[in-house]
């Protein structure tokens, strides 16, 4: 959400406060910054530079899994997840952030409040991707489908089932349906 910005501000000799009120999330709010005089054009119209922005931290965090993923905003990139974060400065306001991934895991988007009453924080928790259930489900098919196969006892070992170990000679198994598998990401 873009802030709407009213400007006044005092000023003594060369430094200026400008006091900003501005609308974030329906609520009004205000900040002050920082100028300073850097010249005059003409002998009429001042310069200024603004030398204290409104602008604050933002300070994404990521999961190891996420380490060199894009970060976007409005589908621009902004920057990449380093050390497991990312930070840069932004205005007051409500900004979509995406975080990117790789072929198994996405960080996904997320609400970034800045201003006089938020942290300019969030954390980015992987996610599965379609690609990681299915690689997933068809790693435990085959593994299944694998072990059914085999007839000797010596033979189960990885297995998701065990013995009979005292029986004298081979085994069979008959697999009459494959589980239901649901991939959960974690943090690590």
Known sequence: ELARWLLHGTETGDSAIATLSYTQDGKNRSGQVTLRRTGTSFLV???WRVTQPLAQQVTLTASEVLEGAPVTVGGKEIGKISDGK???LAYPGSY???VGGSKYFTGGTEK????AV????VDFAPKATKALEQDAEQYVSDLI???AEKTELRALSGCPWYGP???DG???YDVTSMPELEVEASRS
């Open 96 to 98: 979509e952030v995406s």
């Open 45 to 47: 119209k001042d310069e």
């Open 86 to 88: 990312f930070t840069s």
């Open 145 to 147: 489908d694998d072990c």
């Open 165 to 167: 170990y005292d029986a």
């Open 112 to 115: 970034v409040s800045v201003g």
């Open 118 to 121: 938020s942290s300019g924080y």
């Open 170 to 172: 081979g085994v069979r």
